[in-house]
């Protein structure tokens, strides 16, 4: 990993992603040189998990490249989400009816287009987030009904199990509710993810090395 650069790895995993998927570049815990790096290497879609940290590091960076684009891929809280609106582009992270009420209020009030796509907590794990599978129909509803736009799904897979059999829930999940858009794979399986229908891989260490 050391021995390359942010550009020869962004190149190598470009070369190996269908042409159906997407690249995310995590750059939470990354600094500015390291986002430069990746902003000249011609990298535009970046994910960061923290509102805060977002707003903190990428004014600057986003004036100086304006086609790039954010998406909130961590929780959001109800209290960020005026700012989560004014800044990112998608936020992949839409998982309970209050937050999709919260969402539609604060839009009402702004002219952003922004994208939603709704976090489904395949392994059903009662620590992380996302909606069940089972409630994930009637939360895509509602958030089509209160006028998001909702483009797709996303999951993050339970640790130590085979990724594919979550990934391919999250297809099926999206395929039953028309969407398109399906955010699954980091850099420990992102080729399984794009093998499963992946439209957008996040994947963080891959291209930056460890985070601080
Ligand atoms: C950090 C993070 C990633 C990237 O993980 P890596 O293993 O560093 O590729 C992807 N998705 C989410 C939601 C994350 O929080």
Not at 20 to 30: D, F, P
Not at 69 to 86: D, Y
Not at 106 to 126: H, M, S, W, Y
Not at 144 to 150: P, Y
Request: glycine content about 8%; some cysteine.
């Amino acid at each position: 990993m050391s021995e390359s650069t942010i550009a020869e790895r962004l190149r190598h995993i470009a070369r190996e992603l269908p042409p159906h998927t997407r690249l995310v570049a995590v750059s939470k815990g990354q600094g500015e040189i390291a986002l430069r790096e990746a902003l000249q290497a011609g990298q535009r879609i970046f994910g960061e998990n923290r509102v805060q940290e977002a707003q903190e590091k990428w004014p600057e960076l986003k004036a100086a490249f304006p086609d790039c684009r954010l998406h909130l891929i961590g929780p959001l809280q109800s209290n960020k989400v005026k700012a989560a609106l004014s800044f990112f582009d998608c936020i992949q992270t839409v998982d309970r009816p209050a937050l999709v009420d919260v969402l539609a209020e604060a839009l009402a009030k702004q002219d952003r287009a922004v994208e939603f796509l709704i976090q489904v907590n395949t392994g059903v794990e009662p620590q992380k987030a996302g909606v069940t599978p089972d409630a994930a129909d009637a939360l895509i509803a509602l958030a089509r009904q209160r006028g998001l736009a909702v483009t797709g799904l996303m999951c993050i897979p339970p640790a130590g199990e085979d990724p594919a059999p979550h990934f391919a829930l999250l297809r099926a999940i999206a395929l039953r509710n028309g969407l398109v858009e399906l955010s699954m794979g980091m850099s420990g399986d992102y080729h399984i993810a794009a093998e499963e229908g992946a439209t957008m891989v996040r994947i963080g260490t891959a291209i930056f090395g460890s985070r601080n």
